[in-house]
């Protein structure tokens, strides 16, 4: 029913419907809802996007309502190392591209990701695409698994271990 039990608040179609179509409970927003993202935010989160880069990320595979890890790598240079952080774990996407259902068909390339996350980590994120290279990974299905605190370096990935110093 579109008002069930007497209420007359008013609903919003979410997706394109025909004429004549009967009127179900997926098409429509619950009653006094907003279709827009804002509504898929929880109280005290806010909307960020990030950029999805093709060569990096999983992002033909991500949908509304996946969870992901971002991760920050610097760049470095000769003197400072560039290394890879864990920043954040188990971030909700709310938005694919422009869309926040998750009627994706198919891998589609996306160019942007919107996850859900507090202001502080908006600044955090925000500095992090300023300062170096953000990308994702795709968490599975009920993972429950808390990641710790991982940063992989260049030495790191290449076996390389520090030299011992040298006691004159």
């Known amino acids: 029913m579109v008002f069930p039990d ?3 608040v008013a609903r919003v179609v ?5 004429v004549n179509e ?7 927003t619950e009653p006094g809802r907003s279709a827009g993202i804002i509504s898929r935010l929880k109280r005290g989160m806010r ?18 309502n996946d969870l992901v890890d971002i991760c920050w790598t610097s760049t470095g240079d000769q003197i400072n190392r560039g290394f890879t952080q864990l920043i954040q774990p188990g971030v909700e996407i709310i938005a694919i591209d ?15 990701v919107t996850v859900q996350i ?17 990308s994702l990974s795709l968490v ?9 605190e991982i940063q992989v370096d260049q030495r790191q990935l290449l076996g390389i271990s520090e030299p011992e110093p040298v006691v004159a």
Not at 22 to 28: D, E, M, N, S
Request: net charge negative; hydrophobic share 40%; aromatic share 2%.
């Open 118 to 134: 507090t202001p502080q980590d908006v600044a955090l994120l925000a500095q992090a695409q300023t300062t170096g290279k953000l």
């Open 47 to 64: 909307a960020c996007t990030i950029k999805a880069d093709v060569a990096s990320d999983v992002s033909g595979f991500l949908r509304p």
């Open 98 to 112: 422009q869309s926040a259902t998750g009627e994706i068909t198919g891998a589609s390339v996306a160019r942007t």
């Open 140 to 148: 599975g299905e009920g993972d429950d698994t808390v990641s710790g």
């Open 6 to 8: 007497g209420v007359d």
């Open 22 to 28: 009967p009127i179900l409970a997926v098409k429509v």
């Open 14 to 18: 979410l997706r394109q419907m025909e």
